[in-house]
């Protein structure tokens, strides 16, 4: 199994950054990508943003592409979503999730850890 946490959610005005992370442990060769993906209140998941770790290449949503930046460090297995410019509908609960196949990396199904979340609310 990989164990998936994320930290660095909270509470932050609109217009100001966040970064956050998901540390990953366990069986991470089996890993190929970390995801995130997010859940605005009574709105279904979203994907935002994925990685993956041997090449780093990135992947985004079109919604996201300019104010989010996904990178992580192979050295300590942590995945970082970089959000600037944060907007009122930034907020949502973010979760990242761990994949095994190598592609279709928007699609939920791809993706057989998931991490706990972290709130990420932002205020006007």
């Known amino acids: 199994q990989v164990q998936l946490v994320e930290s660095g959610g909270g509470l932050v005005q609109a217009g100001g950054s966040l970064r956050l992370s998901c540390a990953a442990s366990?069986?991470?060769?089996?890993?190929?990508?970390i995801g995130w993906f997010r859940q605005a209140p009574g709105k279904e998941r979203e994907f935002v943003a994925a990685?993956?770790?041997?090449?780093?290449?990135?992947f985004y949503a079109d919604s996201v592409k300019g104010r989010f930046t996904i990178s992580r460090d192979n050295t300590n297995g942590t995945v970082y979503l970089q959000i600037n410019s944060l907007k009122l509908e930034d907020t949502a609960v973010y979760s990242c999730?761990?994949?095994?196949?190598?592609?279709?990396?928007?699609?939920?199904?791809?993706?057989?850890?998931w991490g706990q979340g972290t709130q990420v609310t932002i205020s006007s």
């Open positions: 366990g069986r991470t060769p089996n890993s190929y990508a």
């Open positions: 999730a761990s994949s095994v196949w190598r592609g279709s990396y928007s699609s939920q199904r791809v993706y057989n850890f």
């Open positions: 990685i993956t770790w041997s090449a780093g290449t990135p």
